[in-house]
């Protein structure tokens, strides 16, 4: 997700390839409610929002630190 910062109501997949807290089975489907906008790491980003789970329900609200080029946008 190299593009454009990810928009509320994104629904992401985070994976290893956005930070090794969420390798393999640790993986999360996550819908963004907003970006923080405060300057981090160069390509990192504090994403608040909901964990979903396979039938798309929210069941956890959680802020994450993530890399930017790591995520996928998925709907």
Do not use: C
């Amino acid at each position: 997700m190299s593009e454009a910062l990810p928009q509320a109501g994104d629904v992401l997949y985070v994976g290893g390839a956005a930070s090794v807290q969420f390798a393999g089975s640790r993986a999360l489907t996550f819908r963004v409610i907003r970006v923080d906008p405060r300057i981090t790491y160069d390509g990192w980003l504090w994403i608040d929002g909901y964990v979903l789970d396979p039938s798309g329900d929210a069941t956890e609200r959680r802020v994450i630190f993530v890399k930017r080029d790591g995520l996928r946008k998925i709907r």
